[in-house]
């Protein structure tokens, strides 16, 4: 049951940047994929940016070339690299763990992007 922790949300203002951060509390390299996912309100969840364990990366439409994902499985925490925010990225960003037959999601961290 591992446990993860997002922190790095905040006020900014639009094409400002964020750094966001989740650290698992078991090594993150068991899990094959980790990734960051977003929720505004009356919206559905939806997927930002997801990492293998490898490094192999990939990022949702919405934010190629703003955001980009990495990880650092020594330090057991992955991170987001928020740039030119904008408005519409205003969500609460949630960590998410995954391996074969199990995920596991954090608590969020609200993200709001205005002026």
């Known amino acids: 049951q591992v446990q993860l922790v997002e922190s790095g949300g905040g006020l900014v203002q639009p094409g400002g940047s964020l750094r966001l951060s989740c650290t698992a509390s078991?090594?993150?390299?068991?899990?094959?994929?980790m990734g960051w996912y977003r929720q505004a309100p009356g919206k559905q969840r939806e997927m930002v940016a997801v990492?293998?364990?490898?490094?192999?990366?990939n990022h949702a439409d919405s934010v190629k070339g703003r955001f980009i994902i990495s990880r650092d499985n020594a330090k057991n925490t992955v991170y987001l690299q928020m740039n030119s925010l904008k408005p519409e990225d205003t969500a609460v960003y949630y960590c998410?763990?995954?391996?074969?037959?199990?995920?596991?999601w954090g608590q969020g961290t609200q993200v709001t992007v205005s002026s």
């Open positions: 998410k763990a995954s391996r074969f037959g199990y995920e596991a």
């Open positions: 078991t090594n993150m390299f068991n899990f094959y994929v």
């Open positions: 990492i293998t364990n490898s490094g192999n990366a």
